[in-house]
Structure formats: C-alpha cells, structure tokens
C-alpha cells in the first residue's frame, strides 16, 4: 500500500508517505496485553490465503519473502507478491502502552510525533520515535515545499 500511495495510485490520498507513521509493536506486547489478534501467511484479500490465531503457526509465515525489499512476482515464484503482504492484525484497537515505539520518514516527522507524544505527560512510558527512511521508497522521497 505505501508504494500506491508513493507514486500517488491512490487517489483519495492527498498526503505524502512522509505522513505515514509506523506504530511498532510486537507478539510478545500483544499477547501481554491480552489483546485479541490474528495473522495471515499472505495479503488478506486473497482467497486462499490462510488465518491463524496461534502463534505457534508463525512458522507459516514466508519470512524469507516478508524480509526481502523485492518482493514482485517471477516466473519461478508467482505468490510472492501475496505472501510478502501477510499481515499481522489485532482486534479493535492497540493501546499506546502495547507498543515499542514509532517509524518515521525524516527529522521533521520524527520532531512532529515527538511532539504530540509531549502533549500526553500522563502517559508515564517512553517509547523512540526512529528514523527510518529505509522502510519508506526512497527513490519516491523527495523534500518537502
């Protein structure tokens, strides 16, 4: 979906990437949270792809694929696309005190959420605000106006 929204494919967009922040948390927080999730083996919307509830089935996620920056379909693979989309989802909402921290763009963001977060003192956790532009399409990144 970030790439769609890069090269501007989805038209209800007006934002940029940049704006997208990432909200990192992890299995381990999810279930200490007591929170309700599932995950697939590829993008959801695929007929066949699978659900699963167990953590324990992790192993049915493509890592290999999942970690890879190229991800299109070949000849010799023509399911990478879907399996480098599983998706990990939990149900409802993810409280603030479930997550590791945040992934962003570049400092102006990184500076933008650190100064939202500054707005909620009575939240007595820390988490980092990280620059990532390695998880962005960098070629897609260009300065702001």
Known sequence: ?????????????????RDIV????SVQEVQRAGLAFTFTDGHGIVAFTR?????????Q???SVVHQNYWQDT?????RQRRKQAEFLVKDKLPLSA??????ADTDMQTAVNGLLAQ???YTFQVPTKVR?????ERHLTRRR
């Open 99 to 104: 997550l590791l921290g945040f992934a962003v």
């Open 133 to 137: 532009s390695d998880w962005y399409y």
């Open 61 to 63: 996620v493509d890592w």
């Open 51 to 59: 659900f699963f509830t167990d953590v324990n089935d992790l192993d």
């Open 75 to 79: 000849q010799m693979d023509n399911d």
């Open 1 to 17: 979906m970030l790439l769609q929204l890069a090269t501007g494919r989805i038209s209800h967009f007006k934002g940029d990437q």
């Open 22 to 25: 990432y909200c990192i948390s």
């Open 120 to 122: 909620y003192p009575q």
